[in-house]
């Protein structure tokens, strides 16, 4: 079976990139943000991105806190898809 090389650092940065690139002026996570996660694995959602519908095999919805460029504090979400079938 085909293994896939681990790395952390990588994995790291994805973590930076997908909390800086919110349209929101600031946003953190919540303490038990694991426990509020809401899963979708139905399979077949489409999504529709950048001109063209996309398979996703698995979804999820994660809590955020943020602040927009007024200053107000709100909760958002998250919404992260797997495209493709993958299982």
Same mark, same amino acid.
């Given at each position: 079976?085909?293994?896939?090389?681990?790395?952390?650092?990588a994995?790291?940065?994805l973590?930076?990139v997908?909390?800086?690139q919110?349209?929101?002026?600031?946003?953190?996570?919540e303490? =038990?943000?694991? *426990?509020?996660?809401?899963?979708?694995?139905?399979?077949?959602?489409?999504?529709?991105?950048? !001109? %063209?519908?996309?398979?996703?095999?698995?979804?999820?919805?994660?809590?955020? =806190?943020?602040? *927009?460029?007024?200053?107000h504090?709100?909760?958002e979400?998250?919404?992260?898809?797997?495209? !493709? %079938?993958?299982?």
């Open positions: 079976m085909a293994k896939i090389a681990r790395d952390p650092k994995e790291c940065r973590g930076e997908i909390c800086t919110g349209p929101w002026k600031e946003m953190c996570l303490k =038990d943000w694991e *426990d509020q996660i809401q899963k979708d694995e139905t399979r077949y959602l489409q999504w529709y991105f950048r !001109g %063209a519908n996309h398979q996703v095999g698995k979804a999820f919805r994660i809590p955020v =806190d943020v602040i *927009d460029e007024h200053g504090k709100y909760k979400h998250i919404l992260i898809g797997y495209e !493709g %079938a993958g299982y």
